[in-house]
């Protein structure tokens, strides 16, 4: 590696330190593991606490929100994602968020005559994505949901429950269109 090399690397780590340590104290309740790389902004919302793996990336805006608490591991790109929780959201270890929408609640309760109230606990249920799941643009993960490791959700993929380990899923309702096999 040449000396320009060398010292446009320094530069770009010295940026990202920056940006961390901005958004460290902006957000009380942010905490962020070793290298993370916030490439776009990130915002925070009604109290949630969020913790990012060691060497994860955030691309564009990614924004997280709600009362509960989301854990992102590490080595994951995470590209224009919403995560609501109100509850608890895990994503595991070498994950890929693709401009999607991740919410562990309904936001209101279905039957008419409850609509307008406050939401119960049985609007919420905590999301659990595996290790190496792929999750396509505008898929839309919603609660109770668990995909398994080494699984992909295709683009405007709903998922309403779960997925096993190392399939492809697309559609609405979700349906595996494809098994990986070892």
């Not at 955030?58 to 080595?75: C, P, Q, T, Y």
């Not at 699984?151 to 269109?177: L, M």
């Amino acid at each position: 590696m040449n000396g320009t090399g060398g010292a446009r690397g320094r530069a770009v780590r010295t940026v990202f330190a920056v940006k961390r340590a901005w958004y460290r104290l902006r957000y009380p309740r942010l905490t962020l593991g070793r290298d993370v790389e916030i490439r776009g902004r990130i915002r925070l919302r009604r109290g949630v606490r969020v913790s990012i793996g060691d060497r994860t990336r955030l691309n564009k805006l990614v924004r997280f929100s709600g009362a509960g608490e989301i854990r992102v591991g590490a080595d994951c790109l995470v590209n224009a994602t919403w995560i609501g929780s109100w509850t608890s959201v895990t994503v595991g270890d070498r994950c890929l968020l693709s401009d999607c929408e991740i919410f562990d609640n309904d936001f209101h309760n279905l039957p008419p005559e409850q609509r307008h109230d406050r939401p119960t606990p049985a609007t919420r249920a905590p999301i659990v994505i595996e290790d190496n799941v792929w999750i396509g643009a505008h898929a839309l993960v919603m609660k109770g949901a668990r995909i398994g490791r080494d699984s992909v959700v295709g683009a405007g993929t709903v998922v309403r429950s779960e997925v096993p380990p190392r399939v492809v899923v697309i559609g609405n309702p979700q349906q595996t269109v494809k098994k990986f096999h070892d």
